[in-house]
């Protein structure tokens, strides 16, 4: 019997971003006779444009930065997941088979701190429910399930989390799987009561510095729009537009600066250098943006690139094309404009189906308070494109709970804690 083996190749995705290499190493596994899994990590600052280009060379890929046992981090999950759900990356072609977005060990049971490798050791952070919610999400979207704690001191209540057979099931074998956006939620709280309908996140900022430079595909649609803008008759600074106010475009900006030569530097000709250029921070040349930071971050940090001391380096290099894009001469990737106060919504749902025709729902309050949430029975239909017409005959089970459903009123509707979850499996 052949021994498979699993390759972990770190720092060539994300803000690293080295297609070639990855490419290569996945030619070079092609000629070995045995199984093999190539994983890449971290995967800071992807998006499905990112992973276009190298689903098909890997079998499993990071899509977030190193996550850990604190809310902020998981919560972090719910937006990238979804994305990659939409752009039907879970189970895409792969090297020898299929690929899958990875959203990174789970943290449960005995840990150390961030980048301790010898302890000291401590429980997870994690309240139960919202381990609950992480494996859930991680089971919906169906992440490679790889445990993160010290199995030599697994409690029996983490060991009935992660050896949940629904879950497993689900990351398994289920099929469709994807956000579920025909959701009812409302506060139970009557003093924070508001209502709440899944829909598009809205940025809604006016001052610059609520936004920060992101990292993506240059085919992304939000890499373009881009332009440059002359202050005093000089073309001097770098500006995208994120905003309409009173029929004003409100702009991001960034000064074109002119760093101080140092040891270790690049040089260029005239021609580049007229091409290429250092973005600084307001009006000074002190601080300039990196396209790649010098340490890892969390998935709930506000990631890549960062603001360094200004030097003639290449992950300090961009570059205005004819398309508005900003392109990095590191990396090759293209920047964009984000909001800092991007996040998840206060509550979501997941859906996906089984091999035996069964359906998940899962509901995952994100929000600090008990919410209310609700899904249509005809909607799930919709979304799944089938025929929900003896309702009545169906039966409905709450997986972490075992309690039963009615379906009679075309709705399943629960009341759920703060940061928890609830899954349904549907049998029709």
Request: net charge negative; with cysteine; aromatic share 8%.
């Amino acid at each position: 019997m052949l021994i498979g083996v699993l390759i972990l190749v770190d720092c060539i995705f994300g803000t690293d971003y080295s297609p070639e290499e990855i490419i290569t190493i996945s030619e070079l596994l092609q000629e070995i006779d045995r199984p093999i899994i190539l994983s890449l990590s971290p995967g800071t600052e992807v998006t499905p444009a990112l992973a276009e280009n190298i689903s098909d060379h890997v079998n499993m890929y990071r899509i977030t930065g190193d996550d850990w046992d604190n809310w902020n981090d998981v919560s972090s999950h719910f937006s990238v997941s979804s994305s990659f759900a939409a752009a039907k990356k879970i189970g895409a072609t792969g090297l020898r088979g299929r690929s899958w977005p990875d959203l990174d060990m789970l943290p449960f049971g005995w840990l150390t701190d961030p980048s301790v490798n010898q302890g000291p050791h401590r429980k997870c952070n994690l309240t139960l429910d919202e381990q609950k919610t992480q494996i859930a999400l991680w089971s919906m979207a169906k992440s490679p399930l790889m445990y993160g704690g010290d199995l030599r001191h697994l409690d029996d209540i983490t060991l009935s989390i992660i050896t949940n057979p629904i879950l497993l099931k689900i990351n398994h074998y289920s099929k469709n799987n994807m956000e579920f956006h025909y959701l009812y939620s409302e506060r139970t709280s009557k003093k924070e009561h508001s209502v709440h309908f899944k829909s598009p996140y809205h940025v809604d900022l006016t001052k610059n510095d609520g936004m920060f430079v992101g990292l993506t595909a240059c085919n992304d649609d939000t890499a373009s729009g881009w332009y440059m803008f002359s202050q005093d008759g000089k073309p001097n600074h770098i500006c995208r537009n994120y905003e309409i106010q009173n029929d004003k475009s409100i702009s991001f900006c960034l000064g074109k600066a002119k760093p101080l030569l140092a040891s270790g530097i690049i040089t260029m000709d005239n021609m580049e250098h007229q091409l290429k250029f250092c973005l600084s921070v307001g009006n000074t040349s002190d601080t300039c943006l990196d396209a790649s930071a010098g340490q890892r971050r969390t998935a709930s940090e506000i990631r890549f690139p960062m603001f360094s001391a200004c030097r003639w380096h290449a992950k300090q290099m961009w570059e205005l094309n004819a398309n508005g894009n900003l392109v990095s001469s590191y990396s090759g990737l293209c920047a964009t404009v984000k909001s800092r106060n991007e996040g998840p919504n206060e509550a979501c749902a997941w859906v996906a189906t089984g091999s035996k025709g069964e359906i998940y729902l899962a509901f995952f309050n994100l929000d600090s308070t008990s919410r209310k949430m609700a899904a249509r029975m005809s909607d799930l239909g919709l979304v799944l494109r089938r025929a929900l017409l003896r309702k009545h005959l169906c039966s409905c089970t709450e997986v972490w709970s075992g309690k039963n459903f009615s379906l009679t009123k075309d709705e399943i509707s629960a009341v759920v804690n703060p940061h928890a979850s609830m899954v349904f499996e549907i049998i029709c």
